[in-house]
């Protein structure tokens, strides 16, 4: 009977973890996507390498709904390194819907490393 109980409470505290886990996780994809418009760029750029991480650790978490912050980074952020980051992150999350942001930026950003990373992101 002890037994039983023990492993009723821990399906349901799995069951829990489980539940709560993908709650946290929707969570950081919100609140990463707004700090992705906000101003901080020390943020901005937490946030993208927090993004990837995501992605490298949940494979299966969808982060295509970030892309649009991310394509809005890409083209129009002043710090060559966040834009940097977003360009790592479009590749890694989706190249092929990220294709047509990496090439503008490949072709026309104002900074050459942007557009050299770009362009080997793009091989």
């Known amino acids: 009977m002890k037994k039983l109980v023990a492993l009723i409470m821990l399906i349901t505290l799995s ?4 539940d709560n886990s993908e709650k946290v996780l929707e969570a950081a994809k919100k609140n990463i996507i707004q700090t992705l418009y906000g101003v901080n760029e ?5 946030a993208l390498c ?8 949940y494979p299966r978490l969808s ?3 970030s ?3 991310l394509f ?3 083209c129009e952020h002043r710090s060559y390194s966040v834009r940097i980051m977003a360009a790592l992150a479009i590749s890694e ?3 092929q819907a990220g294709s047509t942001a990496l090439l503008n930026a490949k072709n026309n950003d104002s900074s050459i490393i942007v557009r050299r990373i770009c362009a080997e992101l793009l091989r």
């Open 72 to 74: 809005f980074t890409l």
């Open 50 to 57: 927090t993004l990837r991480e995501l992605n490298k650790q």
């Open 42 to 46: 020390n943020l901005q750029f937490e």
């Open 67 to 69: 892309l649009p912050a």
């Open 15 to 18: 069951t829990f973890a489980r």
């Open 93 to 95: 999350i989706d190249v």
């Open 63 to 65: 982060l295509s709904e």
